[in-house]
């Protein structure tokens, strides 16, 4: 009688976990504190709901989207004026809202839906502090200190 009431509970669970990997949530289990009289099926594990954070986009799907339009990186840098042309090319791998805000009007799309981890709430560029600037601050520091 006791399995059968454990397997229950699991399928119950499995089921559980099954509806909302389909939905847009991620659901994790938090144990329960311990106490003298806590059990499975009195207070089992409660489900906190966490909302899956949108990815951005592969470098490769963007790429081939900029294809489909006709378009090339060396294109993009040759229209609008940059004189290294693998340059936008950057754009893939680092945060370049300029650069961003082009590729997005190629691909009839707002920067924020291809790259949601670099955008706020708003829309707007969340800025960062670039690794470069922070070296040459430290060296400028270091030959007047």
């Known amino acids: 009688m006791r399995q059968a009431e454990n397997m229950q509970i699991s399928l119950t669970r499995i089921s559980y976990l099954v509806h909302c990997a ?16 806590s059990s499975r ?3 089992g594990m409660k489900p906190v709901r966490k909302t ?4 951005d986009w592969h ?11 006709g378009w090339s990186f060396a294109r993009i840098a040759r229209e609008n004026g940059y004189s290294n ?3 936008p090319a950057n754009v893939l791998r680092i945060p370049w809202a300029p650069m961003e805000k082009i590729v997005g009007d190629i691909l009839g799309r707002h920067p ?8 706020d709430e ?3 560029p969340i ?9 040459v601050a430290k060296r400028k520091g270091a030959r007047n200190g």
């Open 22 to 37: 389909v939905s847009v949530q991620h659901v994790e289990f938090e144990r329960p504190e311990k106490t003298a009289r």
């Open 85 to 87: 042309r693998t340059s």
């Open 52 to 55: 899956i954070a949108p990815k």
């Open 112 to 119: 924020m839906e291809i790259w949601p981890s670099r955008y």
């Open 59 to 69: 470098p490769a799907d963007i790429k081939a989207e900029l294809e489909k339009a």
């Open 41 to 43: 099926t009195e207070g």
């Open 127 to 135: 800025r960062r502090r670039s690794c470069g600037s922070a070296r």
């Open 122 to 124: 708003n829309g707007e």
